[in-house]
């Protein structure tokens, strides 16, 4: 079968283990069904950004033209820094989409996908957001009434716990499985000064992902369509935002939002 159009980053649903639907023009590709089969990835050379929907050379920031990338509120730095937010203030690209995006409750969590890491997610992106990361385990451990408030917590958090996630362990599967979660929220909870500790979350319930995955690959080898426009092989898994591959290469789908693609399979 032969699909073509704008890709986007694949829809998720949890479940044991996790269902894929990959968005390819105005249809969605069921993933779960493909794996253990062939596919063939053919990108057209078009880019569309995103957000306005015009072509362009260039993709930033995971879809977007450099005029969105400037403009667009979905694409401005407090997406990646959430205290640069200024919507609290009034101050926003958008003041419309702040009050649906930025000035909503917000949970700060505890992740492991190889390690443990900190971060910041919308309420409606939960467990959306663990599962894009590739997350095993995760738990809520604060919410807040805006992503202002919320990336100050990371910030402090972010002075003993990372915030990143070693994407080559987490698609080893290199999952540190001896950390206890509920212990390090309360360790951690005893460190936020009492203006903080205000906003802890009491929900303690740990949710455990499963992927999608055959076989995890033992070396990585990273593929683009920048580099590589036309990608196939046996689809061994899927973990995170990446398809792997029977060869041991991982494609980043959420990286090509925006590419036209033919899909074969």
């Known amino acids: 079968m032969q699909l073509e159009g704008n890709i ?54 995971q879809g977007f033209c450099y005029n969105c990338l400037q403009t667009a509120p979905e694409a401005s730095e407090s997406i990646i820094r959430p205290e640069l937010s200024k919507s609290h203030l009034g101050i926003a690209r958008d003041m ?11 949970f700060v969590y505890l992740a492991v996908a190889n390690d443990i890491k900190v ?28 992503r202002h408030i919320a990336g100050i917590l ?13 994407w080559r362990a987490m698609l080893k599967n290199e999952v540190a499985e001896h950390i206890d979660l509920l212990l390090e929220k309360e360790k951690i909870i005893q460190l936020l000064p009492a203006e903080l500790q205000k906003y802890v979350e009491p929900d303690n319930k740990i949710t455990s992902i499963e992927y999608p995955v055959n076989e995890y690959p033992k070396k990585l080898k990273s ?4 580099k590589a426009p036309k990608i196939e092989g046996m689809v061994k898994g899927i973990k995170g935002q990446y398809l792997i591959f029977d060869n041991d290469t991982v494609l980043n789908i959420r990286k090509h939002n925006g590419y036209f693609l033919q899909v074969n399979y």
């Open 154 to 166: 990371e910030i402090f958090l972010k002075k003993h716990i990372s915030d990143k996630t070693n």
């Open 8 to 61: 986007r980053k694949m829809r998720t649903q949890l479940a044991s283990p996790v269902n894929y639907f990959f968005p390819v023009g105005e249809k969605e590709v069921e993933m779960n069904q493909l794996i253990g089969q062939k596919i063939l990835l053919n990108f057209t050379g078009q880019i569309n950004c995103i957000s306005c929907g015009k072509i362009t050379k260039t993709s930033f920031n």
């Open 223 to 226: 593929v683009s369509f920048d």
């Open 119 to 146: 971060g910041v997610t919308r309420e409606h992106q939960i467990p959306t957001r663990w599962i894009d990361q590739g997350a095993s385990f995760a738990i809520k451990l604060a919410k807040t009434p805006n």
């Open 96 to 106: 419309e989409w702040a009050k649906k995006h930025d000035l909503i409750d917000h």
